[in-house]
């Protein structure tokens, strides 16, 4: 089982359109948790960060449930301009700081 | 402010040939670096990373190695190319627990 999971898709919307996007993950002691967009051979750059009572920038929401180990990200109003790869990243308690990468979802937003 | 600089952007390799990826760090001060490879159409695969100078350790077997010469520089290299090295290598730092990476803007690598 790897340890970050995402719907690879792609997601195909309209302009205007609510999508939503779930990642679960394995290990029951990360702590932290991140969104990330990927724009096509581009670096990763963080969209935010996920906090355990849920987090909200603009037209996009971030729920974590630790219970069933899953985070979500919501975009509502979608634009042409989210069209990238939505990574899922997940902190496992360490000094070294590493951050596990999920495979990413794929948004294509259509006119 | 903190900013990342990778260089070179795009590099094009014969099999076999020595590599040297340079990575630093401005604005902070003993940060904890990564190296990270991406394959055409694949995830993010972490290489190595480093807590301080001359602390290196790595996650996966390979073809390659990391040093950390000073403490805002990282450099990934290879003694010889091999064509699975190909991919888009990213160096990230991290100001601290809690905090998400930032990346640097990335190394293409073809290896022909």
């Known amino acids: 089982r790897k340890e970050v999971e995402q719907d690879p898709g792609p997601f195909n919307v309209p302009e205007g359109a609510t999508v939503a996007f779930n990642c679960t993950y394995s290990?029951?002691?990360?702590?932290?948790f991140f969104w990330y967009r990927q724009d096509c051979r581009k670096e990763p750059k963080l969209l935010m960060s996920v906090y355990s009572s849920g987090n909200e920038d603009g037209r996009f929401t971030a729920q974590l449930n630790r219970a069933s180990q899953y985070i979500s990200l919501l975009i509502r109003d979608s634009k042409l301009s989210d069209s990238a790869t939505y990574l899922c990243v997940v902190n496992i308690v360490s000094n070294t700081g590493k951050l596990i990468f999920g495979q990413g979802t794929t948004l294509q937003v259509k006119p | 402010s903190q900013t990342i600089h990778q260089w070179p952007a795009t590099l094009v390799q014969p099999v076999g040939s020595p590599l040297s990826l340079e990575c630093t760090v401005e604005?902070?001060?003993?940060?904890?670096l990564y190296w990270y490879r991406q394959a055409a159409g694949r995830g993010l695969q972490l290489l190595f990373y480093s807590v301080g100078i001359g602390q290196i350790s790595s996650e996966v077997p390979q073809n390659l190695s990391a040093s950390r010469p000073q403490d805002r520089q990282f450099i990934l290299s290879s003694k010889k190319l091999l064509l699975s090295d190909s991919g888009f290598y990213l160096c990230?730092?991290?100001?601290?627990?809690?905090?998400?990476?930032?990346f640097g803007s990335g190394t293409r690598l073809t290896v022909v």
């Open positions: 290990n029951s002691a990360s702590q932290s």
């Open positions: 604005g902070t001060s003993n940060p904890n």
């Open positions: 990230a730092w991290r100001p601290g627990y809690g905090y998400g990476y930032t």
